[in-house]
């Protein structure tokens, strides 16, 4: 069974903060990364991709992905109370299927 | 509104009903997923369609579940003889190959459908 995985903790960080979710792979063979941000009783948005080693930035957003390491994580910059959500990462293999984790709570704390 | 849309978003059923889901994708849009989330967990993926072929399907779907998108653009999803353990969040999502021929796969999602099994 291919995976995803997360640790769901809930991770609490002061506002201003940077916030750091981490995410592992088990199919070597994924091509595409995704994560996803859900609040409570919505469904996923896509905040970025990435299907490179290394790094990618998109505003507050930077994605990292480490092939090498099946590795991948998300860091958001100057965190906001209205950041605290679900963090979904998800991985797509070549037949585009794709496998999510169960995601990590963040709660930014005002 | 240009996004996914489903209907309906909320079902309750009885336990032994079938039931079925309707999902729009976005217009350009060839590839539909289907999803199935429950509380606590990520999204479980359940089957996929390019166009109107059903490409994939998950070993964990029983029988009960059946998918079709017979013209390519919206999908349906039934369930069969429904039990409590169905319930949960019934996420449809959809996402373009690309201008370019090379594919990330962005997937954009609808707002779901929950369903309860009483």
């Known amino acids: 069974q291919k995976e995803v995985e997360q640790n769901s903790g809930p991770l609490s960080v002061p506002e201003g903060a940077i916030a750091s979710l981490n995410c592992t792979y088990s199919d070597r063979g994924s091509q595409s990364f995704f994560w996803y941000r859900q609040y409570s009783g919505k469904s996923p948005e896509l905040i970025m991709f990435i299907y490179s080693n290394g790094d990618k930035e998109d505003g507050r957003f930077t994605a990292q992905l480490n092939k090498a390491s099946q590795y991948v994580s998300l860091l958001i910059r100057d965190s906001q109370p209205s950041d605290s959500a679900t963090y979904l990462c998800a991985a797509t293999t070549g037949g585009f299927k794709t496998i999510f984790g169960a995601g990590t709570r963040l709660f930014v704390k005002a | 509104d240009t996004g996914v849309s489903q209907d309906p978003r909320h079902k309750i059923t009885k336990r032994g009903q079938n039931v079925t889901f309707r999902c729009d994708p976005i217009s350009e849009h060839n590839r539909l997923y289907w999803y199935r989330q429950t509380l606590g967990q990520g999204p479980e993926f359940l089957t996929y369609?390019?166009?109107?072929?059903?490409?994939?399907k998950s070993r964990l779907l029983s029988d009960r579940f059946s998918a079709e998108r017979p013209k390519g653009s919206f999908s349906t999803l039934e369930i069969q003889r429904t039990e409590q353990g169905d319930s949960a969040m019934y996420l449809c999502a959809s996402s373009f190959p690309g201008t370019s021929g090379s594919s990330y796969n962005e997937q954009f999602f609808g707002p779901g459908t929950r369903l309860t099994v009483l």
């Open positions: 369609f390019q166009n109107e072929a059903q490409l994939e």
